[in-house]
């Protein structure tokens, strides 16, 4: 190998490793041009496919602070998702359920953001192999997943009393209803096939649904900042089929049928 070989291979190597780490000042998020991330990244891929676990983990962990606001460019935002994609990868074959969990989360939750149509299938059953692993270590905790649709809600539902109460501004949100909040007074829209409007009330368990009287499982629950409302109650009201709750992973299922 000539110089001019050796020259290149190290400023490469620069590139991607030392200069790449640099901090913001006041901004814990790594400093790094997109073509460094992009880098780092083929790195950490190619170390987790080869089977170093420790090796690709180190790598895409310090992509996965990569801050896409640095650069505007779309293909920063695609970045970041690789690399929690990766990184995610990475620790559900280190069986590390719990950040494979978080990091799997995280990507639907932004995909649902930025890109409502795109593909959920490889999340959703990671994630449910995820959580399936946690219960069986008990490190699952108690709070029941929400999905959607096959998307997962951004925050966790609550458990009382064997009933599963959702976060009612991202549940409506993930089923496509206008919500408004007036004074305590919640209502909800359905402006599509077959148009309903359920208003609720916080601490009543009173409700109207067309303007017809109707009784809720336990009245609406505001607990730290947020409004939670029986899941199975608001999704059949609102013209879902079908709800699936599985114990072990604590999952509830929303779908059309």
């Not at 083929?42 to 640095?70: C, H, M, T, W």
């Not at 995909?111 to 399936?132: G, H, N, Q, S, Y």
Request: glycine residues 6%; charged residues 25%; proline residues 4%.
């Amino acid at each position: 190998m000539n110089i001019r070989k050796i020259l290149i291979s190290l400023m490469l190597m620069l590139c991607c490793t030392g200069w790449a780490y640099a901090q913001t000042e006041g901004n814990p998020a790594t400093k790094m041009t997109k073509d460094e991330a992009v880098c780092l990244l083929k790195q950490g891929f190619e170390a987790r496919v080869a089977g170093d676990l420790s090796v690709a983990i180190e790598i895409l962990e310090r992509v996965y602070v990569f801050d896409p606001n640095l650069e505007a460019h779309f293909d920063a935002e695609k970045i970041h998702l690789s690399a929690r994609g990766e990184l995610g990868h990475a620790y559900y074959e280190n069986k590390d359920w719990g950040k494979a969990f978080r990091l799997y989360r995280e990507n639907d939750v932004c995909l649902w953001k930025t890109d409502r149509d795109a593909d959920v299938i490889p999340f959703d059953w990671r994630i449910a192999e995820c959580r399936k692993n946690m219960a069986n270590e008990n490190t699952l905790g108690d709070a029941p997943l929400i999905m959607v649709y096959g998307r997962s809600l951004s925050e966790d539902g609550l458990l009382v009393d064997g009933m599963v109460l959702a976060p009612v501004v991202d549940l409506a949100d993930h089923l496509w209803l206008k919500f408004n909040n007036e004074n305590g007074r919640l209502t909800l829209t359905r402006s599509w096939s077959d148009p309903s409007i359920l208003v609720m009330q916080i601490g009543s368990s009173k409700a109207t649904l067309n303007n017809q009287s109707i009784s809720m499982p336990m009245a609406l629950l505001e607990k730290d900042g947020r409004v939670l409302v029986p899941l199975r109650f608001l999704v059949e009201s609102m013209g879902c089929r079908s709800i699936k709750w599985d114990p072990t992973t604590k999952i509830a299922r929303v779908a059309v049928e």
